[in-house]
């Protein structure tokens, strides 16, 4: 019996957990973190005894071996970093998230329950989607302009984009790109004409505040995860046209009839300037300078911005932009080659298991498996575009849905009587 309750409990957790993720803007993130973490340690330690404390299973089974490959070399750079404290404090804020995450979403988290989490995503993209029309037709939005301080936003106001509850577009896009798959899947299956048209106008909300964000990594992965889905279904044909509707869109973009944050963001000129001569082009030399000096062990954990101007030359940036804008850069420049070989070996791990899972599933598993895995990938991409580990949202996100892919697809743990 508290078998079944407790199994009850930690899922109206998770589901709130997504929620927490996506309606709660970072400063408060921030501020109540270790107060999550303690909530998350509670129902692990629940899921543990769920599972009659079989610790190995839990956190030792082979399909972990990657996840802990990857925690144990980004720890490494600890020992060479400048500020050791620093490096150590942020390692240990990542680690203390990481774990109760990945392996809550993992262990409790399966093809059974899958669907009541991905809904519940959707629904929460849902609302914060309808908030951010809110924002952009009142052209106020009133938890940054009475509640929570947001740095960005009157800039992103007067340039018309969206933020919602999220504080940043790129925050908001990496979000709803993930949401993005998984709704339209729903929308696909729905059986009933008024499930059909309610997940219709729940994909077309997601939809469109993903393109009012204008923010060009998320374009950029929405683009590339489109065309992982056409090429894995063999529809090559609508790759050329993915690209050739973005052309015209930039082409169109640079018309003088455009809105200007459209223009602005997506005019072939402007695109062209901002590839060659944005301060992401200097992040990627800065992050080569901090490569050639430690390749191996990287310059610390979160020490980035401590050591920019040390690595930067010349080139003087705003604090704001003194930052990898990417977790692969990050990773690459704050944990060196040992660091990012760990990352990499975790995702490869992720995509090769999940893919191998995929040819053994049918029917409805399958294709929802297929939403999930291409959600996760559209945020992979996306933050390849900002530094997604110095962000809440995206991190969490990162976790539970990577928790939630090895759930899905792991036959090993036995299941206990739910």
């Not at 007067?158 to 709704?183: D, Q």
């Not at 191996?296 to 980035?304: A, D, K, M, S």
């Amino acid at each position: 019996m508290f078998k079944n309750i407790s199994y009850r409990l930690i899922i109206v957790f998770l589901l709130a957990f997504i929620a927490w993720l996506t309606f709660i803007p970072q400063p408060l993130q921030s501020k109540y973190s270790l107060q999550v973490k303690y909530a998350l340690f509670i129902f692990l330690l629940l899921s543990i005894y769920r599972h009659k404390f079989n610790v190995k299973e839990y956190f030792f089974n082979k399909s972990d071996l990657f996840f802990w490959i990857y925690l144990a070399l980004i720890s490494v750079n600890i020992w060479f970093a400048e500020d050791k404290t620093l490096a150590w404090n942020f390692y240990r804020d990542l680690s203390l998230s990481a774990i109760p995450i990945y392996f809550l979403y993992k262990n409790e988290i399966n093809n059974k329950n899958i669907r009541q989490l991905l809904y519940g995503l959707c629904l929460c993209g849902l609302v914060i989607s309808l908030f951010g029309h809110i924002e952009m037709l009142l052209k106020k939005n009133f938890i940054y302009e009475y509640f929570v301080d947001n740095f960005f936003y009157q800039r992103f106001i007067k340039e018309g984009r969206m933020m919602s509850t999220l504080i940043h577009p790129n925050i908001l896009g990496s979000y709803l790109v993930a949401c993005v798959p998984i709704a339209y899947y729903f929308y696909r299956k729905a059986q009933s004409l008024r499930m059909r048209a309610l997940n219709l106008s729940l994909f077309l909300l997601v939809l469109s505040a993903l393109f009012l964000t204008y923010s060009r990594g998320t374009y950029l992965a929405f683009l590339l995860m489109l065309s992982i889905w056409a090429f894995l279904k063999k529809k090559h044909g609508w790759i050329l046209l993915i690209w050739g509707g973005f052309i015209i869109f930039s082409i169109i973009s640079t018309s003088a009839f455009a809105d200007a944050s459209l223009g602005k963001r997506f005019g072939i000129e402007h695109l062209f300037n901002y590839l060659r001569y944005s301060h992401r082009t200097m992040q990627y030399s800065i992050t080569a300078n901090m490569l050639k000096a430690h390749p191996f062990v990287g310059i610390g954990l979160n020490h980035y911005r401590m050591l920019f101007n040390q690595y930067s030359g010349k080139i003087r940036l705003s604090h704001e932009v003194m930052i990898p804008d990417s977790i692969y850069l990050m990773h690459l420049a704050e944990t060196g080659l040992i660091g990012f070989t760990g990352l990499v070996l975790f995702l490869i791990h992720i995509v090769k298991k999940a893919a191998g899972s995929y040819k053994k599933m049918a029917g409805d598993n399958k294709d929802m498996f297929f939403a999930l895995i291409l959600g996760f990938t559209g945020l992979l991409i996306n933050m390849a575009t900002f530094d997604g580990f110095l962000w809440w949202t995206p991190f969490y996100l990162f976790w539970a849905l990577a928790g939630a892919t090895a759930g899905c697809q792991n036959n090993t743990m036995p299941r206990t009587e739910q």
